[in-house]
């Protein structure tokens, strides 16, 4: 496989982000009204941007943005503060202890019960007192600038729409029941454009198991 240059994992990550703030600024700013369509599309977009943005603290933890730490890791600690406020070296610790343990009591991402109380322990694992804190602040500083009704469609409703979109695609369906090998991982059929739309690649899950090194926009060519 080429050699991919040290430089582009920082180039995709920040274009990630751009387009997440760009998108976030005019919707933000956008007099809209309820009949247009437009919004209800917008809101999806904004929500896998948010997906994006979760993806790239992703990389940063499998230090695949930058070989240097420190761009890495900041790349990582910026990435997913916007997504939610949440602290990057919790989610670094639960991640790995995810891939260490994969598929056991051990493991954050996983519960052998139905999807619901699999997605609330999912979301107790990662989200702390602190971190909603910091989202009350952040919304009711913005509320000085920014409609209250573009706040909840644009900003909060994205951000919780992709956590369903992370939790279905990127855990729960590649982990739900027994597989036959040592990752307990289900891939996806080979479907890039699919893959990307749903949870940018990480469908091909097992793929990612096999090979964690291997960043996001990357993965597909993973997949036999």
Not at 9 to 15: D, E, N, P, W
Not at 60 to 75: D, E, L, R, V, Y
Not at 99 to 112: I, Y
Not at 182 to 193: A, D, G, R, V
Request: glycine share 4%; net charge positive.
């Amino acid at each position: 496989m080429k050699k991919i240059n040290p430089y582009t994992g920082v180039l995709v990550a920040l274009t990630v982000i751009a387009c997440w703030f760009i998108s976030l600024y005019f919707l933000l700013t956008w007099d809209f009204t309820w009949s247009n369509p437009l919004v209800y599309l917008m809101i999806f977009v904004q929500m896998h941007l948010y997906t994006g943005l979760f993806i790239t603290a992703h990389d940063a933890m499998h230090g695949t943005i930058s070989p240097n730490p420190k761009a890495n890791n900041f790349i990582g600690y910026l990435s997913v503060f916007l997504y939610a406020g949440f602290f990057y070296n919790r989610l670094y610790a639960k991640h790995h202890q995810h891939h260490r343990h994969v598929h056991t009591e051990n493991d954050p991402d996983f519960a052998p019960h139905g999807f619901w109380k699999w997605y609330l322990r999912f979301m107790l694992n990662y989200v702390t007192i602190i971190q909603l804190v910091i989202m009350a602040i952040a919304f009711n500083v913005l509320q000085i600038w920014v409609d209250k009704e573009n706040l909840l469609l644009f900003w909060v409703l994205p951000s919780l729409l992709s956590t369903f979109q992370l939790f279905y695609f990127g855990t729960y369906l590649p982990h739900k029941g027994e597989h036959n090998n040592e990752y307990h991982s289900s891939t996806l059929k080979k479907n890039h454009l699919f893959a990307f739309i749903t949870c940018y690649f990480f469908g091909y899950h097992l793929e990612h198991h096999q090979k964690p090194g291997m960043p996001w926009w990357q993965l597909y060519k993973t997949k036999g």
